[in-house]
């Protein structure tokens, strides 16, 4: 059920990037990183659409290799969480946010809430 849940949010977050990459406020992107120490490594997506110029909505998806992990019993890139969250810019050198983080099983993990500072 969880691969299918993860599978056909996939598949709407590629159908709604194909139909508005070019539409203004609408940006995706991705990151891949390695822990040295951890031996891991960490893939990510994420998609974000500024409602106007101060408030912006973004959900991200992340997994690392399965194998590195220690509950681990086989090998293979697995999902580990994802984040819901949305940033307020108070002006153009601060902005307030708030991450809800959710596990595997997409259940409540955490909520983060933060002051961004730009210089």
Do not use: H
Not at 8 to 23: G, N
Not at 25 to 44: D, K, M, N
Not at 92 to 105: G, W
């Amino acid at each position: 059920m969880k691969k299918l849940l993860i599978s056909a949010v996939t598949a709407l977050t590629l159908t709604i990037t194909a139909s508005v990459a070019y539409a203004e406020g609408f940006s995706y992107g991705g990151f891949s990183e390695y822990a040295v120490e951890a031996e891991q490594f960490t893939l990510g997506v994420n998609a974000a659409y500024s409602f106007d110029n101060n408030v912006t909505a973004t959900v991200a998806l992340e997994g690392t290799d399965a194998c590195k992990t220690a509950t681990s019993t086989d090998c293979g890139f697995g999902f580990d969480n994802a984040e819901l969250g949305v940033s307020y810019a108070i002006n153009q050198r601060a902005s307030v946010y708030t991450n809800v983080t959710l596990d595997s099983d997409l259940e409540y993990d955490d909520l983060v809430v933060g002051v961004a500072l730009q210089f």
